[in-house]
């Protein structure tokens, strides 16, 4: 499946030492940017190891939304504290995600056991130990999720990327349903609120096996070598952020509507996980051989803007408006995150997820807060204001992807909408190219100047994360407990 195993079939691992001459004899480049280039067993071990990864994350987050009236009654409090109990995953996913890519070895085991304390305050019905239980837990699995993608984006980043992220969205979505689906039946079976937390954490283990098994596997593909002793690390250039910044940080997915509209819409919020379920691979494939990218993100904005609109104003059943949001958030995760795997440099894609993370948590944590406000304000906490406010996001959303449409052509030679012989052509040079660059000790993203949209987005993500710190701790310590 690699470019290199036609020229070298013997060679099954890949060369992590930093010597010219290597390079040479083996025609791979040093480090992550090697992992294209692996053999397909491996690539398939990579795969199904890193599916594995965040299984208890995405678990523990979703039983969280499909129990907030069980949250709201045991600890007393009113939508804007449940408000800050979910935001408060994000809130921490505002700055550790970035931290995550660019130190992923050192960071990617540590919240497996953390899960713990959410549980430890849902015994005891503590608010605080609740925030402080979910902000632990939310820096471990923010990381481990950037972990995940950004691995397979450094694997399949020259072939077979849509397909793989494809396959990742939909096992995700399966555990979420899961979470969506067994969290208030086990509740009630077991009488205690507070097992779906415990069976979250046991899910959690099970992650870290699998991140373990990962590890060994990459430890055997170097050569029984730890990568880091046989290839020092260069200094990590902080100027280089700036020069990528602009590719992607204009958009902020809405990935907490779910959560917001679950305890409303509880038959159709679980029929909302199925579509992507089954749609991520199949759209993988799709995008695999006939690109469109951004016109799938352009769809994913639509039926965002209709789904809001049929929940908010008619009186359709909420199945077909939760079926639509479905729709676009199918559409909306494998397009941009594929994007960013081809349009970075390898050494990079971590560093770029992180920060396409980040904004995600940043815009996250303030609509949690904000939608939780609006609704305590609405009469009889109705969701038409919340529906308002999506609608009015979702509508910049499809201006600011109709601008990336047009740029990308322009920048990237439309790469995120060309059909696949061309895209793997063009790819090819690509990584050839940054291996050239790496093999002769200069950075990936060396020739590249930093453009102005790249400075004033950072100015903004920045302004936006002080937002998003100031509202949580504003609503943290002055939320209501409800009556």
Same mark, same amino acid.
């Given at each position: 499946?690699? @470019? ?143 972990? +995940? ?109 779910? +959560? ?21 691979? *199949? ?72 920060? @396409? ?23 009889? +906490?109705? @969701? ?74 950072? *100015? ?14 504003? @609503? ?8």
């Amino acid at each position: 499946m690699g @470019y290199e195993e036609s020229k070298h079939p013997t060679i099954d691992r890949v060369t992590t030492t930093t010597s010219t001459d290597d390079v040479k004899h083996n025609d791979v480049a040093p480090g992550d940017t090697a992992l294209a280039n692996a053999a397909l067993r491996y690539k398939i071990i990579a795969l199904v190891t890193a599916l594995m990864l965040p299984v208890g994350s995405h678990f523990s987050g979703t039983a969280l939304g499909a129990m907030k009236s069980e949250l709201k009654n045991h600890l007393n409090i009113d939508n804007t504290r449940y408000g800050v109990v979910s935001a408060s995953v994000s809130i921490v996913n505002t700055i550790f995600p970035i931290a995550g890519g660019i130190f992923i070895d050192k960071f990617g085991s540590v919240w497996g056991t953390l899960g713990l304390l959410t549980a430890l305050a849902g015994r005891f019905t503590s608010f605080p130990l609740m925030v402080a239980g979910r902000v632990i837990f939310g820096i471990g699995s923010g990381l481990i999720v950037t972990m +995940q993608e950004s691995l397979l984006s450094k694997w399949f980043r020259t072939q077979s990327l849509s397909i793989a992220i494809g396959i990742q969205l939909s096992v995700s979505q399966l555990a979420s349903f899961l979470g969506t689906l067994a969290a208030n039946p086990l509740a009630a079976r077991t009488g205690n609120w507070v097992w779906p937390f415990w069976l979250s954490l046991i899910l959690c283990g099970f992650s870290m096996i699998m991140n373990i098994v990962y590890a060994l596997m990459v430890r055997h593909l170097s050569g029984s070598k730890v990568i880091t002793a046989t290839k020092p690390r260069r200094s990590f250039q902080f100027r280089s952020i700036l020069k990528f910044l602009g590719c992607f940080g204009l958009l902020l997915r809405l990935n907490s509507f779910m +959560q917001l509209c679950g305890p409303l819409f509880k038959p159709s919020a679980s029929a909302s996980v199925v579509v992507p379920i089954v749609a991520t691979p *199949i759209l993988g494939v799709i995008m695999d051989l006939f690109g469109f990218r951004i016109c799938i993100l352009l769809l994913s904005s639509i039926f965002l803007i209709l789904s809001s609109a049929l929940l908010g104003w008619t009186y359709v059943d909420a199945v077909v408006g939760m079926v639509f949001y479905s729709i676009s958030l199918a559409f909306g995760p494998i397009a941009m995150i594929t994007s960013i795997g081809m349009v970075l440099p390898s050494d990079y894609i971590g560093t770029g997820l992180g920060l @396409y993370k980040a904004s995600n948590n940043i815009g996250t944590c303030i609509l949690d807060i904000i939608v939780g406000v609006i609704q305590d304000g609405t009469a009889n +906490q109705g @969701y038409t204001g919340v529906m308002l406010l999506y609608i009015v996001l979702a509508a910049i959303g499809f201006v600011l992807i109709t601008s990336l449409l047009v740029s990308q052509r322009i920048s990237l030679n439309n790469l995120l909408e060309t059909r696949r012989n061309k895209r793997l052509s063009m790819m090819k040079e690509k990584h050839e190219q940054e291996m050239e660059l790496i093999s002769n000790g200069k950075d990936a993203c060396s020739g590249s100047s930093i453009k102005p949209i790249s400075c004033v987005f950072a *100015i903004l993500l920045g302004c936006a994360l002080i937002v998003a710190w100031v509202l949580f701790f504003v @609503y943290a310590a002055s939320g209501k407990t409800s009556s």
